[in-house]
């Protein structure tokens, strides 16, 4: 069955860097675009970030450019989100995502996407 399983969560100071990641199975992974959410407590689900299923594409919220990276490993069907200079408001619980559709535009609507992890929590300290 599909499983998509995130994993390097945890606490982290405000300025600081983690590294999550999201191993995936059960479909095949290169033909899937990769994208990151998150949830606050008491917030909508927003977006983070996705790439194309070759890696060659990204795109991030506003709100993260310049500070987090998306990438992925095909042969290891893992996407990854580095995050540096981590801030308070970045506190939440990470999910990936992946979309099948096959639409050469990249999406930020969750809609799009097909299949979820259970998610990672990222808690930045002050």
């Known amino acids: 069955q599909v499983q998509l399983v995130e994993s390097g969560g945890g606490l982290v100071q405000a300025g600081g860097s983690l590294r999550v990641s999201c191993a995936a199975s059960?479909?095949?992974?290169?033909?899937?675009?990769m994208g990151w959410f998150r949830q606050a407590p008491g917030k909508e689900r927003e977006f983070v970030a996705v790439?194309?299923?070759?890696?060659?594409?990204?795109v991030y919220a506003d709100s993260v450019k310049g500070r987090f990276t998306i990438s992925r490993d095909n042969d290891k069907n893992t996407v990854y989100l580095q995050m540096n200079n981590l801030k308070p408001e970045d506190t939440a619980v990470y999910h990936c995502?992946?979309?099948?559709?096959?639409?050469?535009?990249?999406?930020?609507?969750?809609?799009?996407?097909?299949?979820w992890g259970q998610g990672t929590q990222v808690t930045v300290s002050s």
């Open positions: 995502a992946a979309d099948g559709s096959g639409f050469p535009i990249l999406s930020r609507n969750g809609r799009r996407y097909s299949y």
């Open positions: 059960g479909f095949t992974f290169s033909t899937y675009a």
């Open positions: 790439i194309s299923r070759s890696g060659g594409s990204t």
